[in-house]
């Protein structure tokens, strides 16, 4: 005797999913998009292949080698000696002097752009909104435009030649106060402030204890560009010092290539290999700053442009 299931009792069959679905599910792949990344990947890391690549070479193999690969005597070791000891170790006052430069002036700026910031997030008073357009007015302003006026000013002062000709103006970044007044709107609740107040706390304390503590992340992104900015920057300290012991790194680097241009034989013959060397030296502080500081910098970009 055979029994037979009830219909309803039967187990559908699995219906399989749309074409459409499956393909929702997958991940795209673009190879156009793929080959531009490349293409820019190769535009930003082949000059610093070049230049890892240089700096083992001397001036001879420079320009008798291939430019993207070994020669087949390495000298790095002996091109990082030579550029540190050239000119009674000039090169270290360079380094230095490049470091305080830009330490000082990445603080400083940092801070007072969120202080500035900060004021014109959480304050109103007459005349914020003009104040602030000017500040963003500023952002346009290219730096060289106001070199000339600035060594005059310092000039009248009498503080060219003096280290403070070159951090003083690097304090004055208008692009920082911007990107930390848009995220001190949203970094810092008005609630915290409120009852900080209310606590008899003062706004100076308030701002030394509460608030940098929520503006970490813009602060190290502040804090970072200018970083950048004031390592790299030439043209200012090129106008503001003729005492080669105050030069940073960049000018000092290009008083050493206009040698190896305008000397013939001698010592001054093998002086590019030093400026190369010179250069992968310099840009070393840089990549360590970066990469201890990567995380906080890019929290720092994303935040405050997403309103909670």
Known sequence: MTTTLPTAELAPPARRAP??????????????????????????????????????????????????????????????????????????????????????????????????????????????????NLVVGAVMVPATALAIPTYLLFAKAGLVNTPWAVILPSLVNPFGLYLMRVYAEDAVPDSILEAARIDGAGEARIFFRIVLRLLGPGLVTVLLFTLVATWNNYFLPLIMLNNPNLYPVTVGLSSWAAQAQNGGAGSSSDMLALVVTGSLISIVPLVVAFLMLQRYWQSGLASGGVKQ
């Open 19 to 132: 074409a459409t679905a499956r393909k929702r599910g997958r991940k795209r792949h673009s190879t156009p998009l793929t080959i531009a990344m490349l293409a820019v990947l190769a535009y930003f890391l082949l000059p610093l292949l070049w230049l890892v690549v240089a700096s083992t070479k001397s001036t001879q193999d420079l320009f008798n080698t291939f430019g993207l690969w070994f020669s087949h005597a390495p000298q790095l070791l002996t091109n990082i000696r030579a550029t540190f000891t050239q000119d009674d170790g000039v090169f270290v006052r360079w380094l230095l002097n490049t470091v305080m430069y830009a330490g000082v002036s990445s603080v400083g700026a940092a801070l007072l752009a969120a202080a500035g910031g900060y004021g014109f997030a959480k304050f109103r008073f007459r005349g914020d909104r003009v104040a602030f």
